[in-house]
């Protein structure tokens, strides 16, 4: 079997991807996080367009569940989405008031047809937008992203044709995912009858 630990992509719809993936997200959080080091959780996208919306449904299913974090931030959901007409402000907040902050950013991607459905993390940034060839600022120290449909041509249609499910599925691993490494790391007396 593959080491899953060298190989930093998971595909979704494994039965395995919830624990999987988090287990890289502590590898990388081990890796990062220094102690005492506040966390922002940024999630990028839209929720005007089904395949850019992989962020703000990611921080829309974490939102209740980071409160139970103390020094870990949530920035982005459905209600309050981070996208490219607010990114550089958003940037600017962290910058400001949280400048020591370790910050995950979490985003929507075009790939590969055999990539579709699976998400990826690494260290260092990614740069929203660049499947849609907007200039945006790069952000992040840890970032994930999610392979929502295939690049090309029409690159916005593309987004915008892209499965509800598919998007949501991905959503749903990277949230359970987070939050599973966030109790693994903070060790703390969980809230009972959650359902992440």
């Known amino acids: ?96 008031y949280y400048k020591d902050a370790l910050v995950i950013a979490i985003d929507a991607s075009l790939g590969n047809i055999d990539k579709v459905g699976y998400v990826n993390i690494k260290n260092g940034p990614l740069k929203p937008g660049l499947g849609v060839n907007k200039d945006l600022p790069v952000v992040g120290d840890i970032s994930i992203t999610g392979v929502v449909n295939i690049k090309g041509m029409m690159e916005y249609m593309i987004l915008q044709n892209t499965r509800l499910s598919l998007v949501m599925n991905m959503a749903d691993v990277i949230a359970k995912s987070l939050n599973r490494a966030l109790f693994k790391i903070f060790n703390i007396n969980y809230k009972e009858g959650t359902n992440l």
Do not use: W
């Open 1 to 96: 079997m593959l080491d899953i630990l060298n190989n930093n992509y998971v595909d979704t719809s494994s039965p395995y991807a919830v624990s999987r993936f988090s287990n890289l997200i502590i590898k990388h959080l081990g890796e990062n996080l220094k102690r005492n080091q506040e966390l922002i959780i940024l999630c990028i996208g839209t929720d005007r367009s089904t395949g850019d919306s992989l962020g703000p449904l990611v921080g829309h299913m974490l939102a209740p569940h980071i409160t139970c974090y103390n020094g870990v931030y949530l920035m982005g959901t459905l209600n309050e989405p981070v996208h490219a007409k607010n990114l550089e402000d958003k940037i600017h907040h962290i910058n400001t």
